[in-house]
């Protein structure tokens, strides 16, 4: 599983506060239906902005505890819950989630937004989540296939080999979404709603989602061996289009939901 730096979380940071993903996140907390006095469960939190909204809605009775492998990530939801005066609710650990270290049956959902495709022994992991659910508690996982992300630009086959490398380079499951219905049933869930999140930007904003990712397919390519000049030259032209009608970006991710 990638063990995040300081500068990936801050870079995660500013991802995760784009108007796209804020977005994304209210509708995927409409998706978990969490009630006030629930006990849930976020793996792998990331800088926390999920587990403090959800904190929000199990209130006042109920209690989010949240797991990071990166004690970088842990430090940085800790502060946001600091900052957005839930402490009281939100429990942060270092955690794995291949060993989570709760009882059986501890929570009434768990939730891993674009975590699970970083771990290699995905299987493993979603067994342990359906370990720490209750009877008839929900297991909900949102994960992209990176087939289904799309930049306008000058050279869409060099942009395919870019979304590839860093397919190839960062995730351990860059295209889990097609195994995620088999991994449910095998972990002993039952598979309910899969419903798509489309992330479609049609005008240049560099707060947007789909620019915050440009410099990091641009790390990854250059690790994987593309030519920097390349690297450079696709940057450049994504950057350019500022033009009304010349920016598009779009990524389909998917919200699968078991329950046990």
């Known amino acids: 599983m990638t063990n995040f730096s300081a500068v990936d979380i ?3 940071d500013r991802a995760y506060s784009t108007p796209q993903i804020v ?3 209210r509708r995927f907390r409409a998706v978990v239906a ?5 006990a849930g469960l976020d793996v792998g939190c ?3 902005h999920l587990a403090c909204e959800l904190a929000r809605e199990v209130a006042p009775d109920g209690r989010i505890v949240a797991i990071d492998r990166s004690p970088e990530s842990v430090d940085a939801s800790k502060a946001r819950a600091v900052k957005e005066e839930l402490a009281d609710a939100i429990d942060v650990q270092v955690g794995d989630a291949t060993a989570l270290e709760f009882p059986d049956e501890t929570f009434d959902f768990v939730v891993a937004v674009q975590v699970y495709s970083f771990v290699p022994n995905v299987a493993r992991a979603m067994e342990e989540a359906a370990r720490v659910l209750r009877k008839g508690g929900r297991l909900l996982v949102l994960e992209s296939d990176w087939d289904m ?3 306008k630009s000058r050279d869409p086959v060099f942009t395919r080999r870019m979304i590839s490398a860093r397919a190839e380079t960062q995730f351990a499951h860059a295209y889990l979404p097609r195994d995620l219905h088999k991994l449910f049933r095998a972990a002993g869930l039952t598979v309910g709603d899969v419903q798509t999140f489309s992330i479609v930007e049609t005008r240049y904003d560099p707060s947007s989602y789909g ?3 440009i410099g990091i397919t641009r790390d990854s390519a250059l690790k994987h ?3 920097a000049p390349d690297v450079s030259a696709w940057e ?3 950057r350019s289009r500022t033009a009304e009608g010349e920016w598009f970006f779009c990524l389909d991710r998917f919200v699968f939901t078991g329950t046990k």
Do not use: T
Not at 34 to 38: C, T
């Open 211 to 213: 620019a915050s990712v």
């Open 236 to 238: 450049q032209d994504l």
């Open 225 to 227: 061996g593309v030519p």
């Open 34 to 38: 969490a009630s006030p006095g629930e």
């Open 149 to 151: 992300c799309i930049w």
């Open 10 to 12: 801050a870079r995660l």
């Open 23 to 25: 977005d994304q996140r």
């Open 46 to 48: 990331g800088a926390g």
